[in-house]
């Protein structure tokens, strides 16, 4: 079993800044994807961020390409996603995502609220 642990969240005015974290734990697989995804009100969960544990290959939606920056840990097992220039369209709840044997995101996080403040 693999557990994932995000922290960071809070309330930030637009324009400003907040690092999210993941703590992973338990049997993760080498080469595997750590990611982060974003539920809106209302919206469905979106992908946000991901890298790959093994190479460090990192990709971004189009929405936050140059604003945020996915970055592991390998000694720590975290990902941590920062988040700058933050719009009141990035409030959301940021879920930690990595992925399986099947290369699909089997494992999720409890998930942390980020609010942007116009």
């Known amino acids: 079993q693999v557990q994932l642990v995000e922290s960071g969240g809070g309330l930030v005015q637009a324009g400003g800044s907040l690092r999210l974290s993941c703590a992973v734990s338990?049997?993760?697989?080498?080469?595997?994807?750590t990611g982060w995804f974003r539920q809106a009100p209302g919206k469905d969960r979106e992908f946000v961020a991901q890298?790959?544990?093994?190479?460090?290959?990192?990709n971004y939606a189009r929405s936050v390409k140059g604003r945020f920056t996915i970055s592991k840990d390998n000694a720590k097992n975290t990902v941590n996603l920062q988040m700058t220039s933050l719009e009141p369209e990035d409030t959301a709840v940021y879920y930690c995502?990595?992925?399986?044997?099947?290369?699909?995101?089997?494992?999720w996080g409890q998930g942390t609220q980020v609010i942007v403040s116009s």
């Open positions: 338990g049997r993760t697989i080498r080469n595997s994807v």
């Open positions: 890298t790959r544990w093994s190479s460090g290959d990192t």
């Open positions: 995502t990595t992925t399986g044997l099947t290369g699909s995101y089997d494992y």
